[in-house]
Nanobody
Framework: QVPLVESGGGLVQAGGSLRLSCVAS????????MGWYRQVPGKQRELVAS???????NYADSVKGRFTISRDIAKNTVYLQMGSLKPEDTAVYYC??????????WGQGTQVIVSS
């Protein structure tokens, strides 16, 4: 297991911003990719944003232009800066780390609630 600890979720009004943090227990360069997923009850977990070891970023269409994924290598931390939040962004957000053997590690999740 690779502990991933998320923080930064909470309640925010529509149009507001939040920053999620994910601290890994080891060097994030040991993973092929790190990302953020979200899930609402009754639906599949979906990719929000990811960043590869080389720095390539990928975003879900629904968050492009509003969310930014970044990392601090020295702190083994990946961030998700969320702006212009909408009620439909309400979900539990999970940090993901994907190893070189395509093994997935998950954080415990952090709740984001966007009120209208």
């Amino acid at each position: 297991q690779v502990p991933l600890v998320e923080s930064g979720g909470g309640l925010v009004q529509a149009g507001g911003s939040l920053r999620l943090s994910c601290v890994a227990s080891r060097n994030i360069f040991s993973f092929n990719e790190m990302g953020w997923y979200r899930q609402v009850p009754g639906k599949q977990r979906e990719l929000v944003a990811s960043i590869s070891t080389g720095g390539s970023r990928n975003y879900a269409d629904s968050v492009k232009g509003r969310f930014t994924i970044s990392r601090d290598i020295a702190k083994n931390t990946v961030y998700l800066q969320m702006g212009s939040l909408k009620p439909e962004d309400t979900a539990v957000y999970y940090c993901n780390a994907r190893g070189i053997l395509m093994d997935d590690y998950w954080g415990q999740g952090t709740q984001v609630i966007v009120s209208s």
